[in-house]
């Protein structure tokens, strides 16, 4: 294909305006130092734009000499491509002319006459190398445009003569097979000789342009997050009967459904919308509304703890589907990992049906209700066999549940897995476990050159059972750990969560390789209660009691509803949570389709005033009005992209993400309220 002419007689135009534009753009500078004091690779204050800004509108600049206009006129009217990179590669031949886009990359001068430059395509995925000759009436142009700005190319195909080096680069550096020799270069705009980018450069989170510019991983992130989306969808799609993607509203309602919201102010007095924590009441409204199957990337905002990984936004793939039990939500999510496994993944895919594990099961085992399989160090209680006088050692509680698990060393050392445990318990990842007030680890390295092989203070018999069940090597660890006689509640017990840092930290430091694999199952049969805690505002009722998935839950088994009446803290809610090496990849749950029944979980076992039940009207409307049994769930959409990549943070999955305080520094969001807008939405700062 040539160039059309429309391309060829604007890349002919204007490289003159181009040098006194790099002298404005010099004097600009040379005043915003003046002004301000400019730190590279530190992000632009706002007042250096202003700055610049105000220099363009002073009076005594001639109107007729505004070089960015000229500049920027070049851009507009800028060649199309006759090629993206990749059909480029594929059908481009010798000889032919043509215009590519792209990145300018580092220029090699070879000679005065001659200069090598590397053009990286918009998708920043190829390489190729451009020639340019004095011969070129584009020699001089190329050298005056700054490294990394965007360019639009013109030449012609020749065969590139690669040097060994060149074919053996990494897959970033590679440059293509063919080269183009320069005929015509065209600058797009400029790139600022304050900004410093290399493949090595770490930008900060202001610029997170920049990290993601130079970043290839995390562009990779972005685009594989794409592919995962379509595949679900793919999937969801083509079920029969199928899913229908339907949007939610954004603007929704206040409602005690368990998170902290984040409130909209409307410029109606004293009204407010809520965001919603997830679009639970709506996907149950469509159950209602002859909608069989309903999915949605539904984007949720909870102004919660933000410590573990969270985001105060995020995305869900939430489905729900009436006429269904948690049976048929459970399958159907196991379609969808397949599916994803079977296109996306090397690993091999997931066999069906995930095996289920009770709450209780999860909880006694791993001491956690989202435990890493993975990992070994199953945790079993040990308190019968322990000497009184060792219990006291470990603890100041009466009675306690003491549980053990063994921790393997590595190479049979003793002294290593002393070093590490040492480091470990000094490392702040250590303190929580040192400070718990129901007191620390019992620690024991099992030493086969010491009496009882270290085993001492269990005495001869309780040193002996504890052999037969931990079957320990010379160098393994023996941990103890006490708790209070209670049942189960909560997400882990200290023990669980002693076993996930030792084995996070034993990786970390290269003392144990990390799990591999992915070990798929579902946790089940959570209770439907839990107590109310100071952390989460659940329904806010006086029960003490709060829902430990949300109050839409419904109990499992027909004497579960009996079990309200009675002991609602015993009812077993119809829960169930995807569960993959140590993360929470989403939880559903059938739902209570009768709505007097919906508005007796709320008035009558969570106690919730009739104020904020009547929050829920439109909900037990819906309920009201024939609402067939239904049942859903929601994946934490940006978390199973990071499992997939095996990514530790789910930053490193979304394009602009909240920092730990929940802030977008790039943004500076959020911002202080000014007087005006206050006075807009009618609100008044209470004084501190
Ligand atoms: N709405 C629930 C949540 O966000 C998921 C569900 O029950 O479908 O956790």
Known sequence: ??????????????AAPRESYIEISNYIRGRRTGLLSTVRNRPQQFGQFHAQQRLYEQPHIDSSRQPFLEQYKNAVEFPRATYDFRTFL??????????????????????????????????????????????????????SIATNSPVAVRGIVQQKKGSKSERDAPDTEKIEAWEISLEDIHALNDFPKDIIMTSETVFPPEQRYLHLRTDRDLREALRFRAQVRNICKEELDQSQPPFVEIETPLLFKSTPEGAREFLVPTRRRGMAYALPQSPQQYKQILMASGIPRYYQFARCFRDEDLRADRQPEFTQLDLEMSFATGEDVMTTIEGVIRKLWSTLMKEPVPSGPFRRMSYQEAMRRYGSDKPDTRIGMEISPIDYLLPVDLISKITPLMDPIVEVFKFEGNDNDPKETQRFITEFLDSPAGAPFNNNPEGGPGIFIYDAKK??????????????????MLEPDHGDLIVLQARKRAPFSGGSTPMGDLRRALHTASVEKGFKPAATGFDFFWVVD?????????????????????????????????ADVDMLLTDPTQVVADHYDLVVNGVELGGGSRRIHDAKVQEFILRDILKMPPERLADFSHLLEALRAGCPPHAGIALGFDRLVAVMLGKESVRDVIAFPKTGKGEDPMVKAPTPMTEESLETYHLRLRDE
């Open 1 to 14: 294909m040539l160039l059309s002419s429309v391309g060829r007689s604007s890349l002919r135009l204007r």
């Open 90 to 143: 594929s059908e481009a031949s010798l000889g032919q002319e043509v215009v590519l886009h792209g990145y300018l990359g580092n220029r090699a001068d070879l000679s005065k006459k001659l200069s090598f430059v590397r053009l990286t395509d918009p998708t920043m995925r190829h390489n190729i190398q451009i020639v340019a000759s004095a011969k070129s009436g584009a020699f001089e142009k190329l050298k």
């Open 451 to 468: 009496p009882l092989c270290g085993l001492q203070p269990f005495g001869f018999e309780a040193a002996e059972r504890i052999e037969d």
């Open 526 to 558: 959570f209770p439907l209660f839990s107590p109310s805690t100071d952390a989460e505002p659940g329904q806010g009722g006086a029960a003490g009691i709060s829902s430990t998935h949300h109050p839409f839950t419904a109990p499992k088994t027909a």
